[in-house]
C-alpha cells in the first residue's frame, strides 16, 4: 500500500497546485491513501470551508493541522466527529477537535495521529505522552498508525522518531516549510523524515514574499505578509506499507516543481 504524505499547503499558490498535481501524482505513483498538512492552506493561516471541501474533493484522506489550527472560524464548523480532520492532539482537554482518527482503506485500518511539539511554537501538553498514550489507546483498533509531528526543533522530531520507533509504522515532521534530507527507517522499523517541507510558491521564504521577510529581520518592524506566487512546488513524501506485515518498507520523498 503507497501513502501520499503532502507538506504544508500555503495559500492559494499551494492550494491550486495541488489541484493540478495530485491527479498526475496519485496515477503515475499508484496512490491508495493521502494525509495532507493543511494548517496554511487558506491565506497561509488557517483552513477555510471552501478549501476543505476542495482538498476532499481531489480524494485527500485525512487532513492534519498544526499551530495555524485556528487561524481562521471555519475550523469550528469544520470538526465534526464524521470527518478526518484532526488537529494536535495535545492542545489541552477541552479544545475543539480531535487529534486522531481511524479510517479504513485497502482492507487496512489506519490510525493517524497528528501531534505537536513545543520547541519554538506554542506551551501546551507534552507530546511525547500524548502520542504515548493515543497509541496505546487505539492500537488494537488499528493495523497501522501514522504520526504528523508538527514540530520546528529538529532535535524535538528526531526524538519523537525514536520515541515511537517500532510503535508507528511512519512519523513525519511538518511545520518548517523546508524539507529535510532525513528520510530513513530507523532501527526498529518506523519510518521517519523530519519534515515533509512545502507546497506552495518556490521563490518565497517558508510562502512569504522574500523581500517582506527581508525587511521583518532588519528592521523588526510588523509587515502585513504578502504571499508569494509564481512558480509553485509541491513537497511530501511517498510512505510505502508491507500488505502483509504492516510495516513500512520504504519512505521516498518527492518534491515536484513547475
Ligand atoms: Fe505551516
Ligand atoms: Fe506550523
Not at 470538526?79 to 478526518?84: A, I, V
Given at each position: 500500500m503507497k501513502i501520499l504524505l503532502i507538506g504544508d499547503i500555503f495559500g492559494e499558490c499551494g492550494m491550486n497546485y495541488v489541484k493540478y498535481m495530485l491527479p498526475e501524482i496519485v496515477d503515475r505513483e499508484s496512490i491508495d491513501m493521502i494525509i495532507a498538512n493543511a494548517e496554511n492552506a487558506s491565506g497561509g493561516n488557517g483552513l477555510s470551508y471552501a478549501d476543505y471541501d476542495a482538498l476532499i474533493d481531489l480524494g485527500v484522506d485525512v487532513i492534519t493541522m498544526g499551530?495555524?489550527?485556528?487561524?481562521?472560524?471555519?475550523i469550528l464548523k469544520i470538526?465534526?466527529?464524521?470527518?478526518?480532520v484532526i488537529r494536535p492532539i495535545?492542545?489541552?482537554?477541552?479544545?475543539?477537535?480531535?487529534?486522531s482518527v481511524i479510517i479504513n482503506r485497502c482492507s487496512k485500518r489506519i490510525g493517524v495521529i497528528n501531534a505537536m511539539g513545543r520547541v519554538n511554537i506554542m506551551n501546551i501538553d507534552c507530546p511525547f505522552k500524548a502520542c504515548e498514550k493515543e497509541i496505546e489507546a487505539i492500537k488494537d483498533q488499528t493495523d497501522i498508525i501514522i504520526v504528523?509531528?508538527?514540530?520546528?526543533?529538529s532535535s524535538e522530531k528526531r526524538a519523537m522518531g525514536y520515541f515511537l520507533d517500532g510503535k508507528a509504522a511512519c512519523v513525519f515532521g511538518t511545520h518548517t516549510h523546508v524539507q529535510t534530507a532525513d528520510e530513513c527507517i530507523l532501527p526498529k522499523g518506523t519510518a521517519y523524515i523530519s519534515d515533509l517541507g512545502?507546497?506552495?510558491?518556490?521563490?518565497?521564504?517558508l510562502g512569504v514574499k522574500p523581500d517582506i521577510i527581508i525587511e521583518r529581520f532588519m528592521y523588526s518592524m510588523p509587515q502585513k505578509f504578502d504571499h508569494a506566487d509564481g512558480k509553485a512546488k509541491l513537497c511530501g513524501a511517498i510512505l510505502t506499507i508491507d500488505?502483509?506485515?504492516?510495516?513500512?518498507v520504504k519512505l521516498e520523498r518527492i518534491a515536484e516543481s513547475e
Open positions: 499551530n495555524h489550527t485556528f487561524g481562521r472560524k471555519d470538526f465534526t466527529n464524521e470527518n478526518s495535545n492542545y489541552p482537554e477541552g479544545t475543539p477537535g480531535k487529534g504528523d509531528f508538527h514540530a520546528d526543533a512545502m507546497t506552495g510558491a518556490a521563490e518565497s521564504v500488505d502483509v506485515t504492516n510495516k513500512a
